[in-house]
């Protein structure tokens, strides 16, 4: 069995004390609620004061990016030495962001995937296609490339024990959320690539978010899908009441 992961990506939002305040009322606000995993992506200065307040809690820390280098002459990075050590267990790579503001590439992904693995950090792979791509009919295509590219060289154990965000490009920020029969079509494809290119082991226990314009309201359909394993959840993860309604309706969800 699965368990499903509903992670927060914050994105540029929160400075430390505002993420401090947010991560105090939302570990109050999901106690119990233990069926799901619950991560959070705060901005770099916030971890190490999230840190401290999630302490032996349920939930756990994310970065939203990092280089693969260990440390050196790279002004501006951060190290998966680092965020190992400021107590992430988390890594989103390849957000659509990072690919479309910051030039990252696939092979980029590749590189960062690996360099996390190595220093003990899971890795959120985010792929997905744009509207032009999907609108042409490239859907699969698109998100093959990604997924074949961004884990090539990976061992079965190592897939096995990934999240993977699909997050059509489309979705994310625009309130246009994927239907959950579209999301769960890209979902059971990654699976059976992944099966296909790592075995049965590693489809059965790789999990697959759907990511765009994930909201409390409709959580529960997408999250009822056989092959969506959790959200990677950008604007609705900034209110404490939110996030916390996509994590309950998760939960009901795993449930049914
Ligand atoms: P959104 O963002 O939930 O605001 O659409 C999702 C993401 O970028 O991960």
Redesign the pocket.
């Known amino acids: 069995m699965r368990r499903p992961i509903i992670a927060g ?1 914050w ?1 540029m939002y929160k400075t430390p004390a505002e993420a401090v305040e947010f991560v105090t009322r939302l570990r109050e606000a999901t106690t119990g609620l233990d069926g799901v995993e619950i991560v959070v992506a705060p901005p770099f200065p916030a971890l190490a004061p999230v840190r401290e307040v999630l302490a032996g809690s349920h939930i756990g820390l994310a970065a939203q990016n990092m280089f693969w280098e260990t440390e050196g002459a790279f002004t501006g990075e951060v190290s998966p030495v680092m965020l190992a050590e400021t107590g992430c267990r988390y890594v ?1 790579l390849g ?3 990072r690919r479309q503001y910051f030039g990252e590439t696939d092979a980029n992904v590749n590189h960062k995937v690996r360099a996390a693995l190595e220093h003990g950090l899971v890795p959120i792979v ?1 792929v997905g296609e744009s509207l032009s791509e999907r609108e042409a009919g490239l859907t699969e295509k698109v998100v093959t490339t990604q997924v074949e590219q961004c884990l090539a060289g990976l061992s079965s154990a190592a897939v096995a024990g990934l999240v993977i ?1 699909y ?1 059509p490009v489309w ?5 246009r959320t994927a239907s959950p029969d579209d999301a769960q079509e890209v979902n059971a494809r990654i699976r059976e690539l992944i099966g296909s290119l790592f075995g049965a082991d590693a489809a059965a226990l790789v999990r697959i978010q759907y ?5 409390p309201d409709n959580t529960r359909e997408l999250m009822s899908r056989p092959d969506i394993d959790g ?7 900034l209110k404490v009441e939110s996030f916390a309604g996509i994590v309950r309706g998760c939960e009901e969800a795993a449930k049914i």
């Open positions: 990506n994105k989103i957000h659509s962001e985010c965000a997050e979705a994310i920020g625009t309130g990511g765009g314009s994930v909201k959200a990677l959840v950008g604007g609705a993860s």
